[in-house]
Every structure is written in structure tokens, then in C-alpha cells.
């Protein structure tokens, strides 16, 4: 059986305990023992830690501290996966580039806040996106900064309504790449648990899960 970890946290705006609520019932369908902690502390036990075959963190802005998040790349860096979304992943640990790094991109703005928006799938044959067609999502639009080495999925095409320069501006919204021998999936879809209503959300973040964990 493999096994994931949720660690939740931070901003409640982000509603990162319902978003776990929500997801962590659809890997335990898929066979996985779940444990859900609420401390960033767990990332300070180093066997615990690379015992999880997936970690899907949770945890929106705050603060990390440099030996836990040592604790959680390390942990990425020796095969353990992680997957997250943009409440719990993307928009975490503001000052902490490292971590960034491994996420593969940084959520930098979210012009005219909830907009109407269509997702992309540019990859059709990768295992997460196979099947899954193009989307429209009604939240926030994120532009990020993001590595050009990330194995991107699907895409999101700015309008420049509400930031005129950044019209026709093609942005990633789920991606893959590796951090040592670690899997990462992230998808910047994600602002609420209201979000997970879409069910190519939740499907997205379910196989991205699955691919993620070692």
C-alpha cells in the first residue's frame, strides 16, 4: 500500500483543511494510507519523512522555517514525490527561493481576481492529462514565474482585460519535473475548495498524485 502525507496550514482565504477534505478521500480510493498532520514540524523527521511514498502539501503564505523546509527537500531530493495546487503549493513560503525551486514556479499575481478562464491541455498523451479535454474554470487566473524546465501539461491564455501588457501571454497551469531523484506535480488551479467542484480539477490533482508518488 503506498502511502501519502498532507501537511495543512496557513492562510484559511486559501481554505487549505477543505481542500484536504476533499482530496485526501480521493487517494484513499486509490489504496493509499493517508496521514494528515498540521504542524510543520513533521517535516523535521528525517526517516518519517522519506517513509511516505507522496507528500501533498497544503500550506498557503506563512513562514517555514530553514530546517524544516531542509527536512522537506531532502526528503523530495530521495525519491519521495509531492503534488499540490496553487492554495497549498504555489503560493507558499514567499521567501524561501529554494522551495520555489523545486515547485518549479512562484505565483506572482492573479489579475481581475475571479474571472472566467479557459485551461488548455497541451500534452494529450502524458498518464495525467490522457482523456481530459480543455476546460473552463470560473476563479483566479494566476500568472507565476515560472522554470523553463518543467514539463508542461496544460496552459491558460491571458485576455490583458485587466493588465492590457500581458494579452496573448500563454501561461502554464500544470506541470511536472523532478527535484533530485523526487517526482513533482503541480497544477496553479486550486484557489478554494470550491475549485474541486470542476471534475477535471480534482482528476488532475488525483493522477498527478499517482504519478508523483515513488
Given at each position: 500500500m503506498?502511502?501519502?502525507?498532507?501537511?495543512?496550514?496557513?492562510?484559511?482565504?486559501?481554505?487549505?483543511?477543505?481542500?484536504?477534505d476533499i482530496i485526501a478521500p480521493v487517494l484513499e480510493a486509490d489504496g493509499f494510507q493517508v496521514e494528515i498532520s498540521n504542524t510543520l514540524d513533521v517535516y523535521l523527521d528525517s526517516d518519517k519523512m522519506k517513509?511516505?511514498?507522496?507528500i501533498i502539501p497544503a500550506w498557503t503564505m506563512g513562514n517555514i522555517t530553514g530546517e524544516?523546509?531542509?527536512?522537506l527537500l531532502d526528503a523530495i531530493k530521495s525519491g519521495v514525490g509531492v503534488a499540490g495546487w496553487h492554495g497549498g503549493m504555489g503560493d507558499?513560503?514567499?521567501?524561501?527561493?529554494?522551495?520555489?525551486?523545486?515547485?518549479?514556479g512562484q505565483w506572482v499575481a492573479h489579475?481581475?481576481?475571479?474571472?472566467?478562464?479557459?485551461?488548455?491541455?497541451?500534452n494529450k498523451e502524458d498518464p495525467i492529462t490522457a482523456g481530459i479535454n480543455d476546460f473552463k474554470m470560473n476563479?483566479?487566473?494566476?500568472?507565476?514565474?515560472?522554470?523553463?524546465?518543467?514539463?508542461?501539461?496544460?496552459?491558460?491564455?491571458?485576455?490583458?482585460?485587466?493588465?492590457?501588457?500581458?494579452?496573448?501571454?500563454?501561461?502554464?497551469?500544470?506541470?511536472?519535473?523532478m527535484w533530485g531523484e523526487g517526482r513533482v506535480f503541480y497544477t496553479s488551479?486550486?484557489?478554494?475548495?470550491?475549485?474541486f467542484d470542476v471534475p477535471e480539477v480534482k482528476e488532475l490533482v488525483r493522477r498527478g498524485a499517482i504519478w508523483a508518488a515513488k
Open positions: 503506498k502511502s501519502a502525507l498532507f501537511v495543512w496550514g496557513g492562510w484559511d482565504g486559501h481554505e487549505p483543511k477543505q481542500c484536504v517513509s511516505f511514498n507522496v524544516q523546509e531542509k527536512g507558499s513560503f514567499r521567501n524561501n527561493t529554494e522551495y520555489q525551486w523545486m515547485v518549479g489579475p481581475g481576481g475571479i474571472t472566467e478562464y479557459t485551461v488548455n491541455i497541451i476563479s483566479e487566473q494566476y500568472y507565476m514565474h515560472v522554470d523553463p524546465s518543467n514539463e508542461v501539461l496544460a496552459t491558460t491564455t491571458f485576455s490583458g482585460a485587466d493588465a492590457p501588457w500581458t494579452a496573448g501571454c500563454v501561461m502554464p497551469v500544470v506541470w511536472k519535473r488551479l486550486g484557489h478554494v475548495a470550491k475549485d
